[in-house]
Nanobody, 124 residues
Framework: QLQVVESGGGLVHAGDSLRLSCEVS???????IGWFRQAPGKGREGVSC????????CYADSVKGRFTVFRDAAKNSVYLQMTALKVEDTGIYYC??????????????????WGQGTLVTVTL
């Protein structure tokens, strides 16, 4: 079973930056890696995704221009660099892997393996 572990969450102020990490136990090349988040009292939403083929990425409209996702295959890791954080970015962030190597910033159903989540709290 593929293991997915995300880390890097924390408490920051609005305008700050934070980098989340997602490490998988298998080869990063075998999966599309997505980031999702769940704000307090709301459902889970797609944030970003990246897949090896063409280094294709996608971003939710709410984070475009502020968040960047990138891969480091040698470390079997994907990172989500978050800048200019807003209070509304607060939530539990999840990393997930899709063995069919398809990226989606809206549909979580294709992602079979999920991490336990890491909490990001943004305050004024």
């Amino acid at each position: 079973q593929l293991q997915v572990v995300e880390s890097g969450g924390g408490l920051v102020h609005a305008g700050d930056s934070l980098r989340l990490s997602c490490e998988v136990s298998g080869s990063l090349d075998s999966y599309a890696i997505g980031w999702f988040r769940q704000a307090p009292g709301k459902g889970r939403e797609g944030v970003s995704c990246i897949v090896k083929r063409n280094e294709a990425t996608c971003y939710a409209d709410s984070v475009k221009g502020r968040f960047t996702v990138f891969r480091d295959a040698a470390k079997n890791s994907v990172y989500l660099q978050m800048t200019a954080l807003k209070v509304e970015d607060t939530g539990i962030y999840y990393c997930a892997a899709n063995p069919f190597k398809l990226c989606s910033c809206r549909d979580a159903h294709a992602f079979s393996f999920w991490g336990q989540g890491t909490l990001v709290t943004v305050t004024l």
